[in-house]
């Protein structure tokens, strides 16, 4: 996992928390180190191999998709269509955020989860 943790950290987060929320880039660090290195291998594999598109129009659950503007794994772009799709879901992009939501803005996901779940 040494070997990726570096690439996917940088390649996960925003430019915000590479400079201003090293807490969240050491726990990102951490939550990674802590994968086992074959099991990610082959979660990675099954991902990259993957060619379908999602069908996500059949689903009736109230749905909430959470994405940073700088998310380049589910980026805003991707993210809408799949709200246009999902009936009555919404969508909240958190400005200045990659990949790691919760880690690299816990106030704005509590902020969008918060209010969904009333």
Not at 1 to 16: F, I, L, Q, W
Not at 37 to 65: F, M, N, Q
């Amino acid at each position: 996992m040494s070997a990726v943790v570096d690439a996917v950290v940088t390649a996960g987060t925003s430019a915000k928390s590479k400079t201003d929320n090293l807490v969240a880039l050491a726990a990102i660090r951490m939550s990674l180190l802590g994968q086992d290195p074959e099991g990610y291998a082959k979660g990675c594999t099954a991902l990259a191999g993957a060619s379908d598109s999602l069908v996500v129009s059949h689903v009736k659950a109230r749905t909430l998709i959470i994405t940073g503007d700088e998310d380049k794994v589910s980026p805003p772009q991707i993210c809408e269509k799949y709200t246009e799709e999902i009936k009555g879901s919404k969508l909240v992009v958190l400005p200045q955020v990659g990949h790691w939501h919760v880690m690299e803005d816990l106030n704005g996901v509590s902020s969008a989860v918060g209010p969904f779940l009333q």
